[in-house]
């Protein structure tokens, strides 16, 4: 407790100094003002307590409302005289954290004090750890420990309380939309909308009446006048998807949207002002289509103010079973089965196979899966031939043409009990296997348990550089 600073507010000389006396004797900072003013203007040195003598010349109820006003959290006992109870029940009203009656007793001062602070210590700690619980609740629809993964998490964190355009690049089905939702709703606009305009899917001759809105017959259709999802999204997020598809000239036009934020409805003249945030997505290399002229520079700039790159899960192969734990529990839920575990063998096949279709596509395949299966475990078998025939291809590379073995009965390797953030075991290799290969590759699989798949901690428990090590990945497809 030592060392916490402590103002005293008291024009009564030879009073305060026998508070600061009993205070500092307790190992407490305390600086005194005989003035209220001079008081508010040092909040910013964040005092743990105020000890305020309502007796003070300049007036101690009104210094408490402007302290209480000052919106600060910060405890302050009140001090009175015994004839004046009546202002120290005011003054707990107005939210005081106690009173004490002069003439002071050392022992009640210096416990109140130590309990007020206390309290306020207690409080900031419930406000952090709601802080936290409330991370935890954005992200929790975003699975990944990897380093690539907890890279994107802290720009999410670090750009949703900014209002500065971002982009968002990534192959199909590695979260896009989801990263965007995850910054909207940490942001402060989260309270309004969050407004998905995919670029690619809106006929040409739509996308303006779709973005801007119209007023009545504005056009032959416009029979009635239509809010586009610029107003839309006032107050919110609008999430430009596939924006490398839209055509040249909605790129004129939304950049002069991105240069005021303000537009005119179809067929309008008035001008409408919108507050909102931008994030735009592509799968594609935007910079190419830049250099050939089909997406514009000027837009291009404006867009990508904080870009965000995300990585594809060939990338990140030791969040497979995180993600693949994740799935079973998922959909456990949706379809009301049981289903436990998958097989090493089928995770083997997923930690070799390369994912085109990312996130997406072990989604779909592990529903697929547990549509298929009648028991309580995911088989080989349940998955779909160009997965399988990952497995069977590196076998047969492996075993010079051994013919495949069958698949122990209940080899179960992911558990959909396993704790989500503790990824389960990865797959042992196969029985029988001696070469040197295999056992570099055991040892590659077992450090990546041992780290809980981070690969920097990997390689250097193995003494290889992390390249080495991301190459020795590739080499026997753990990716
Ligand atoms: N990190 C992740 N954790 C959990 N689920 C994920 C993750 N990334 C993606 N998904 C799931 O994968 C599916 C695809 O995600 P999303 O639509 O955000 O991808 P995308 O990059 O926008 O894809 P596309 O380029 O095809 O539009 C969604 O069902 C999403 O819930
Ligand atoms: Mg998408």
Redesign the pocket.
């Known amino acids: 407790m030592a060392n916490e600073l402590l103002f005293v507010v008291d024009d009564d000389r030879s009073h305060s100094k026998t508070l600061t006396l009993w205070l500092e004797e307790q190992g407490y900072r305390v600086e005194v003002f005989q003035d209220g003013e001079l008081c508010l203007n040092m909040l910013d040195e964040n005092p743990s307590a105020i000890c305020l003598d309502f007796n003070l010349s300049t007036g101690g109820l009104s210094l408490l409302k402007r302290l209480r006003l000052a919106n600060r959290d910060i405890p302050v006992l009140v001090i009175t005289s015994d004839n004046a109870l009546d202002s120290a029940v005011e003054a707990m009203k107005i939210g005081a954290f106690d009173y004490m009656v002069k003439p002071l007793d050392k022992i009640r001062l210096t416990t109140t004090v130590r309990k007020a602070i206390e309290m306020h210590t207690m409080a900031l700690k419930i406000e952090s750890l709601r802080g936290e619980l409330k991370k935890t609740y954005a992200y929790k629809?975003?699975?990944?420990q990897s380093e690539a993964?907890k890279q994107v998490f802290a720009q999410i964190e670090k750009v949703s309380g900014i209002n500065i355009n971002v982009f968002?690049q990534?192959?199909?089905?590695?979260?896009?939309?989801?990263?965007?939702?995850a910054i909207h709703y940490n942001s402060s606009y989260k309270m309004g909308n969050f407004v998905a305009i995919n670029c690619g899917a809106i006929p040409e001759n739509l996308q303006e009446s779709e973005f801007f809105g119209h007023e009545k017959g504005a056009f032959t259709s416009a029979e009635d006048s239509r809010v586009g999802k610029l107003e839309l999204a006032h107050g919110g997020t609008l999430f430009l998807?596939?924006v490398g598809e839209m055509p040249p000239n909605m790129q004129v036009k939304l950049l002069r949207f991105l240069q005021d934020k303000s537009f005119e409805r179809v067929g309008g003249n008035k001008k409408i002002h919108v507050d909102l945030r931008v994030i735009s997505?592509t799968?594609r290399i935007l910079e190419r289509a830049v250099e050939t002229g089909a997406f514009r520079n000027d837009l291009y700039y404006r867009l990508v103010v904080y870009p965000i790159v995300?990585p594809s899960l060939r990338q990140r192969p030791e969040?497979i079973p995180l993600?693949v734990n994740?799935?079973l529990k998922k959909f456990n839920g949706d379809m009301h089965k049981t289903v436990v575990a998958v097989t090493s063998y089928a995770l083997e096949a997923f930690l070799r196979y390369d994912w085109p279709?990312?996130?997406?596509e072990?989604?779909n395949v592990m529903y697929r899966a547990m549509v298929a299966t009648r028991g309580d475990t995911i088989q080989i078998e349940h998955l779909p031939l160009e997965i399988q025939r990952f497995r069977n291809q590196w076998l047969e590379g492996q075993a010079g043409g051994e013919s495949l073995r069958p698949e122990p009965p209940s080899l179960s390797s992911i558990r959909s009990d396993s704790p989500a953030n503790h990824p389960p075991a990865l797959p042992s290799p196969d029985p029988g296997q001696t070469t040197m290969e295999a056992l570099e590759r055991q040892a590659i699989l077992d450090a990546l348990k041992q780290t809980r798949g981070n690969i920097p901690q990997a390689a250097k428990q193995l003494g290889i550089s992390r390249a080495t090590f991301y190459r020795k990945i590739k080499k026997y497809r753990v990716s």
């Open positions: 629809s975003l699975i990944g993964m968002i990534g192959e199909s089905g590695t979260g896009k939309e989801l990263v965007a939702r998807d596939e997505a799968n995300l969040d993600l994740h799935f279709g990312n996130v997406r072990l989604e």
